[in-house]
């Protein structure tokens, strides 16, 4: 599929975005899941136009239909990966689609998805916990892992590990992935165990983890990946190097260093609020739209 600009990302900033750039006759994709927004499932206050508190939910909602009433296609999907050739940008969906574009549009946001157990902060930096199997893969060869999560980008990240580790399992109490890409992890040798993680063991790093059903079992390294990419994987994955606090720079026309590449939200930096995310969105999308018209 061809279009002219991707926004990835369901929440404010990227669903603004794509309702500026489709309101510019530009034929614009947007896609991402709602609920991996920080807005989802929140309270809103403060907010222009708004009294009290609104739900975040709602919110999120009514954006969804009033960008499809612009002409903009959503896919409520996760993304696997970016890439760029002569062609454009091209964007990989978890069905497995390939969306092929001449400019991108980063608003899914700053936050890695933590885990929420003990032991997950202990060993960040390092020893043990990542949230970026294609980051962190050459450090674990040979060794033991657990990827955390029943997502697509799970499954992916699981598959990727055989090519390094010894051992790799893939733990989840439910997994919603892809179908084809669940078989691919296991028929790479993936094991899978269907179970939530209690905590995560170790003295100066990762030794094992303890599962909710009372299991143990020894790890060397530790995968978290719930939800989709962060906007700084994806934007590593078209050359885009974050800063040291893993925002990325953009001007004030929300353009990034890397040309065709756009960014707003969370993304951009602090103050981590929906009025500047959708301030931001606006500035992004009209920015992607006279990119493509240029």
């Not at 689609?97 to 700053?110: F, N, P, Q, R, Y």
Request: aromatic residues 6%; contains cysteine.
């Amino acid at each position: 599929m061809k279009t002219d600009i991707v926004v990835i990302g369901s929440g404010p900033a990227g669903i603004q975005a794509a309702i500026h750039a489709s309101r510019k006759k530009v034929d614009t994709v947007l896609v991402g899941k709602m609920n991996n927004s920080a807005a989802y499932g929140t309270d809103i206050e403060n907010y222009f136009g708004l009294s009290g508190a609104s739900q975040g939910t709602e919110l999120l909602k009514n954006g969804l239909e009033q960008v499809e009433t612009f002409g903009c296609k959503v896919f409520q999907m996760n993304v696997l990966g970016l890439s760029k050739d002569a062609d454009g940008f091209h964007v990989e969906l978890e069905s497995g689609e390939d969306i092929v574009c001449k400019a991108l549009v980063l608003a899914t946001g700053i936050t890695r998805v933590k885990l929420g157990v003990p032991g997950e902060n202990t060993f960040g930096n390092g020893k043990g916990v990542s949230y970026c199997a294609s980051c962190d893969c050459n450090f674990y060869k040979g060794k033991v892992v657990i990827i955390v999560g029943g997502q697509s980008e799970s499954a992916v990240s699981a598959e990727l590990m055989t090519r390094y580790a010894s051992k790799v399992y893939w733990i989840s109490p439910v997994f919603d992935a892809d179908p084809s890409l669940v078989r691919k992890a296991l028929d790479a040798g993936v094991e899978t165990i269907e179970a939530g993680i209690e905590e995560i063991l170790g003295e100066t790093k990762v030794t094992s983890v303890r599962l909710s059903d009372g299991r143990i079992v020894e790890t060397d390294g530790v995968f978290i990946e719930l939800g989709g990419k962060s906007s700084v994987d994806l934007a590593m994955d078209v050359d885009l190097m974050p800063e040291m606090d893993d925002t990325i720079k953009v001007d004030r026309k929300c353009k990034t260093a890397v040309e065709g590449v756009f960014a707003c939200g969370d993304v951009t930096g602090r103050p981590w609020q929906i009025a500047k995310a959708v301030g931001e969105g606006a500035v992004a999308g009209l920015s992607a739209a006279e990119y493509c018209r240029s």
